[in-house]
């Protein structure tokens, strides 16, 4: 005899409503999968042709929204779920947050806030459970919008301009530390949570032209940059050719530091020591002058795939997957290094929702310790009188100036300062070093800095 069929819950989900269900989807796999919501979101809308213009950008601003509101939503939620979060079916934490951002941040009608979620509840969990998201999201509905709940939740002002502008304490601290006080703390908090444009590179073709096709405009500091007001950059010829890709245009200026830096004697090699995936690797292939043959490294196997994808149609380039620590290059070999080190990408939040909530503080001491080992090997890389561009996503003192610091106390290393190589770039320098900040030039929160090996 056939066992008779189960309905599984998955099987209702048809009825839902789609971007509801796909926000909840990129949230579930956020915190089942430890999934990166800005790879997982496209994938799914791929896979929804159902889904219209409309469905799609509402799935995303309730996906990246609640994603990076989270500090607040828990914040909110912890006072009014009898048990500790930690202690709910995560589907179930996921679904009251996405209710939750709802009802505070975009203010949909309570009854359209709270019936769809206890719809989707009641199909992706089951009843037991849209009891409770019913009860707890009519609690929220009832205390108003997010000013309001701010208000409601106390603390000292340190906590709510954490709440405020959707970092965790310890990234508020970080950023307070690397700006030299409050003064432009909030701001800089509050473009570090906007949903960034999309900045594009003219790699091989004229920047006119990529703003002519793109419909985008010149961007102020890189003279390769196209600013994107919307639309899908994947979409243009350029782009799919590898002519033109998308970048930040502070990632561009890392890599202009590289090619501007001053240097005397030989100028012939040029390695880029963690490439992958290889975006200022491609830009270091194009605006490089005419000899000069580009080495580009990474650890792992599949990013120096990538890099070799990104420079497929560059000449004269090299790609090895290596440990820029244990390098197969002999000591001097180069004339120029970048070293694009990994880092907590602190300065890189916008771009993706919950990496804010993931990264802990004791992920910087391990990082300084491996940035300090690459920034030695890149040194060791160049030949005397060679440079060294040390750059990092990320403004925490500790893996910028505190890194270069060490390494510019050494005898045979001298500090090229930043800011005079970029005079077209106001508000750049930081000391002897460059930071960019998404409040003061529109960019990521890029660190660069300038070493030249004096012997
Ligand atoms: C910030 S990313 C580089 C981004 C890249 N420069 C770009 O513009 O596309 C840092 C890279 O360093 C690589 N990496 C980490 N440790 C490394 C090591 N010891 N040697 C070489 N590469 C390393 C990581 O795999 C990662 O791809």
Redesign the pocket.
Known sequence: MTPPKRRHPAARRRNLDGARLTAFDVLDGVSSRAAYANLLLPQLLRERPELDERDAAFATQLAYGALRAQGALDAILAGLVSRPLGELDPRVLDLLRLGTYQLIDLRVPAHAAVDTTVDLTRAIVGTGASGLVNAVLRKVAAGGAREQWLDALGGDDARRLALATNHPAWIVDAWRDALGGDAELEPALLADDAAPEVHLVARRMARDELAAESGGEAGPWSPYAVRLHGGDPGRLASVRSGAAAVQDEG?QLAGLLLARAPLEGRDEAWL??????????GLLAAVRPAGVRLTA????TH?AELVRAALRDAADVEVLT????EPPWAPGSFDRVLL????TGLGALRRRPEVRWRRTPEDVAPLVE?QLE?LAAALAAVRPGGVVAYVT?SPHTEETVGVVDVAAARDDVEVLPVAPLFPEVPGLARGRYGQLWPHRHGTDAMFMALLRRTS
């Not at 880029?272 to 690797?281: H, I, L, Q, R, Y």
């Not at 694009?340 to 880092?343: G, I, K, L, N, S």
């Open positions: 990632s880029d020591v963690c490439a992958g995936p290889g975006g200022k690797a490294a990474d650890r792992a990013r290596a440990d820029g620590r694009d080190a990994p880092c491996l690459l996503c």
